[in-house]
């Protein structure tokens, strides 16, 4: 744990703020402190305790972010399917294969995509 009193310390430092004077409790668990101030900052236990890993955790979705990515890869995906269409002059049992799968890839993210605006509709938080 002396590892990862160092690591806190420094990032307290660079944070200009107090790291947790003790990071483990009495029977050698993590202590509310030190809990309480990696998740005010967001930081990664596996980073804190082990040194592994990214130094924040990665913040929870939302529901405005997932429509988001879902919609640019809504777009993509019709993008290469145009592509696939366009290179697509021969029929052969890979550009078939090809055509039904980019097809079957654009049905899934359309259904994604319905999905996820209904969950919208549905008073889900953002």
Known sequence: MKDALSRLQNFALMAQEQAPALIDG???EPSPAFL????KHNLSLDWVICGEGEMRRREAPNLATIETDATFLHGLLQGVCVLVDTLNHSASPTSNALNALTDEVVQKADRLLS??????MNGETR
């Open 26 to 28: 009495a029977d050698g």
């Open 115 to 120: 999905d996820i605006s209904r969950l919208n």
């Open 36 to 39: 309480d101030y990696c998740s």
